[in-house]
């Protein structure tokens, strides 16, 4: 995620807050939300009107609100945003169908039809307190997934929506890899240029997608450009070794204010930067087309291979209304060296034998089912839903138990390609389902230990349209933005219910802060109509989370070297300001796990990727610090579930060459091994009935000193994230008396067992007996009766000061 799109961030806010009035519609998608997010959804802090006039209103007075599911066809459930009296909203619909996706033959859209086959069941009876406007009723929740039979064909019309026959599905296939200008693997020491404006135009800046600053001027600018408009400027890339170049790849250059590309040039090779030689088409030296804009990658294949060590770009025309800028990338493969006798020592880059290569949609599929197939016992493959063309989201489970949820047990997450052109995710999800299933079989103590204590779930490709499209490009000629967003030009990490705005506006109206909630905020009605701009992927992973007691996640993406954690939404609009959760301690150790043991972000001698510093912040920092981010997944599923959730970003280059998979799987191994291992730290246990020990769902558990509880999922067990330390619990659940207890964290990788006996109150004893029509023991009798008249001295003494208050009163006053 680019930091440069700041100011475009602003902009498409002021187009969300437009078109999030109920009188607007939109048919089309503008340059601006094409970059950044479609805020049509989200309300917005500074205009209390329309829809967002209906969420401030959610908490005026504690007044009834409807929460609904995303699901269609559900009715809203009335609740009341309080934890004093009754229950709080929860984040799941009392009654949900799965249903898998047709496509309508007008809009070529996924709309839903025939039900899943379900393979896992998970039932639960709830019983909804009466109000006002509803009656008591015991309701089934019955959620399930579809275990997906891989050896089924791909669903024909979804084919020929998504692979035009015409069109060849494969990229541009390269006789040689990049030298790796984009990746870093190139050192700036390695770029010289003729010329250069300034420090922040330098020839290091020359790199394919590198991206600018806000600001022109500063160190970070986006490209080499030279001083002078002549056509004796070049740029020289420095191979090290001998090599045999193949291509060049153009960009223009990166900028909000200006406009600045090479439309064609020249290239010449050395050995000894002395004497040059032009490359030749012919008998005439080559001219190469360059841009037509300063986006859009260029190929520029050599008529014949050269070989030399040294090769130049000379910019022979350029933009009338610009100067000479250009971002590049050299295809090359470096020749063996003579003088190396011992070249069978060269550097392996990963011993595991791994599938390292670059897998669309149909090959993603073959490589899940092979893991499925050679780890049946341990894997299960599932469906959560499909994409706007209708390809499927599937999710690899990997459990000793696969499709039940033990109690106990903590689910653990990783999401990847929720931007389809930030592909390296992708890839390193199924090369860890490929390692867990292969280490697992040889018996390594680590990961059975971590296959039987979790349960795993790996979401691969969440945007499985925007990669098809970016694939089809290839790495190098996706560019930066090609791919990024859903088929409907959505920004799914903009495309969440924005809650952060609900959670601030209600600490702000409400003067009773003692009735405000601080977690399972309810999903603001109108996100959830047919006419809310969010996408069927958003919607998908939103049933997801609700449906499993997911625990902790991490949110893979590209295109920088970062970990972020919530909140990355900030207050008041601000551009960017540090906004932290009231768990920011844990948070930051989450983060810190990761980007210490990621080989690339620990190397204190790397260079930024792009705009920013991260190594001053040991390469990790607050998401809304870096930039705001209204409605993403990490804020969401902090607020509305029980989960913490991280975003990693994983390489400066979003779309890595596949000659450089096995370096970046090796650079991210140890981390997301022990990223996971953290679900284990904190606290755990199971929240249960005194006289029946039956598990209690929903209960509340509230930590002294941190501003923000968590509930026990349906079976009563609940997981809850702490550091090292003595922490003060109290469970609440309606209908029982509270418990409170001390638990004590140790620093050893397992969480400490703090289990709940609690008490049911007298009026739910009362309740039940009375529903069963039996009779009332002596002992709740006895009870009930010392309520009544502690109720009533409780009265007659409040009467009396009354009396007596009134009385001194009439006193004072008399003459």
Avoid at 523 to 535: C, K, L, Q
Avoid at 652 to 662: G, I, M, N, Q, V
Wanted: include cysteine; hydrophobic fraction near 35%.
């Amino acid at each position: 995620m680019a930091p440069t799109v700041i100011l475009l961030s602003f902009l498409t806010v002021l187009v969300g807050v437009v078109t999030s009035l109920p009188s607007f519609k939109t048919s089309t998608i503008t340059t601006v939300s094409s970059h950044n997010a479609n805020y049509t959804s989200f309300a917005t802090r500074s205009v209390k009107t329309g829809v967002q006039h209906k969420i401030t209103n959610i908490y005026k007075k504690i007044s009834p609100t409807k929460v609904s599911k995303l699901t269609k066809g559900l009715k809203p459930t009335t609740v009341k945003p309080t934890e004093r009296g009754t229950k709080a909203p929860k984040p799941t619909t009392k009654a949900l169908k799965r249903t898998e996706g047709t496509t309508s033959s007008k809009t070529g859209k996924a709309t839903t039809s025939r039900p899943f086959k379900s393979t896992e069941v998970i039932t639960k009876t709830t019983t909804v307190k009466p109000t006002k406007t509803t009656k008591t009723t015991s309701k089934i929740i019955t959620v399930s997934f579809h275990t997906e039979d891989l050896n089924e064909n791909i669903d024909k019309s979804v084919e020929r929506r998504v692979w035009n026959p015409k069109d060849s599905d494969e990229p541009p296939v390269f006789e040689c890899p990049p030298l790796g200008l984009e990746s870093l693997k190139v050192k700036d020491s390695q770029l010289q240029a003729s010329s250069y404006k300034r420090t922040g135009l330098g020839p290091h800046r020359g790199r394919l997608n590198i991206q600018s600053g806000v600001e022109d001027g500063d160190i970070y600018d986006g490209a080499w450009c030279a001083m002078y408009k002549d056509k004796n400027q070049w740029l020289q890339v420095d191979a090290m070794k001998l090599t045999r170049f193949t291509a060049v790849i153009l960009q223009g250059r990166s900028s909000i204010w200006s406009l600045d590309y090479v439309e064609t040039f020249k290239v010449q090779v050395s050995n000894d930067t002395i004497k040059w030689k032009p490359c030749m088409n012919g008998t005439e030296e080559a001219v190469f087309e360059g841009n037509q804009d300063s986006e859009t990658p260029v190929l520029a294949v050599l008529p014949e291979p050269m070989m030399a060590r040294y090769i130049r770009i000379n910019p022979w025309t350029w933009f009338k209304n610009g100067t000479i800028c250009l971002r590049a990338e050299i295809m090359g493969c470096e020749l063996p060296d003579p003088n190396n006798i011992y070249p069978w020592q060269a550097e392996v880059a990963t011993k595991d034998k791994l599938d390292f290569r670059h897998h669309n949609y149909k090959e993603m599929r073959k490589l899940m089912k092979s893991v499925n197939e050679m780890c049946p016992d341990i894997t299960r493959i599932y469906s959560i839903g499909k994409s706007y063309m209708g390809l499927k989201l599937y999710v690899m489970e990997i459990s000793d138990n696969p499709g039940k949820h033990e109690l106990g047990e903590p689910e653990f997450r990783y999401v990847a390609g929720m931007h389809g052109n930030e592909v390296l995710g992708r890839e390193l999800l199924l090369n860890l389902m490929q390692y867990i299933c292969q280490e697992y079989k040889q018996g390594n103590h680590r990961t059975v230990k971590l296959v039987k204590e979790t349960r795993i779930h790996l979401l691969p490709s969440m945007n499985p349209d925007g990669y098809e499209r970016a694939y089809k490009k290839g790495s190098e000629l996706a560019g930066w933005g090609f791919g990024r967003n859903s088929y409907e030009g959505i920004d799914m990490n903009h495309n969440f219910a924005d809650l952060n705005t609900v959670m601030w506006d209600a600490i702000e109206l409400e003067q009773d802060k003692s009735k405000l909630i601080n977690h399972y905020f309810p999903i603001p009605e109108h996100y959830t109509s047919e006419d809310a701009w969010v996408a069927p992927e958003t919607r998908a992973v939103i049933n997801w989370m609700q449906t499993f007691p997911f625990v902790l996640s991490a949110n893979l993406h590209g295109g920088e070297l970062v970990v972020t954690y919530p909140f990355d939404m900030t207050k008041d609009w601000a551009p960017k300001e540090h906004t932290p959760t009231a768990d920011e301690s844990f948070f930051r150790w989450l983060a810190t796990v990761y980007a210490s043991t990621n080989h690339v972000m620990s190397n204190p001698d790397r260079r930024p990727c792009h705009n920013e510093d991260f190594l001053r912040y040991n390469n990790i920092i607050n998401g809304a610090n870096w930039h705001t981010v209204p409605g993403s997944m990490n804020d969401f599923s902090y607020l509305h579930t029980n989960c913490f959730e991280v975003t990693v970003e994983l390489s400066c280059d979003k779309f890595p060459h596949a000659s450089e998979l096995p370096i970046e799987w090796e650079n991210n191994k140890e981390s997301l091994l022990i990223y996971m291992e953290q679900i284990h730290r904190g606290i755990k246990g199971v929240i249960r009935d005194k006289d029946t020990e039956a598990g209690i769902a929903d209960a509340i558990i509230k930590v002294d000193d941190i501003d923000h509880h968590i509930r026990s999922a349906f079976d009563g067990d609940y997981w809850r994230l702490l550091n090292p330390g003595d922490y003060d619990v109290t469970v609440t659940a309606e209908g029982y008396l509270p418990a409170s207890r001390n638990c004590r964290v140790e620093y050893e990788h397992y969480p400490t067992i703090c289990d709940f006996y609690l008490t049911k109150t007298p009026k739910q004893r009362l309740r039940e007996i009375l529903a069963k029509g039996g009779k009332i023991p002596k002992d709740l009798q006895l009870r009930l009766r010392q309520l009544r008249i502690r109720k009533l001295r409780a009265s007659t003494k409040l009467i009396n000061q009354r009396r007596m208050s009134q009385q001194r009163r009439a006193r004072a006053t008399s003459p």
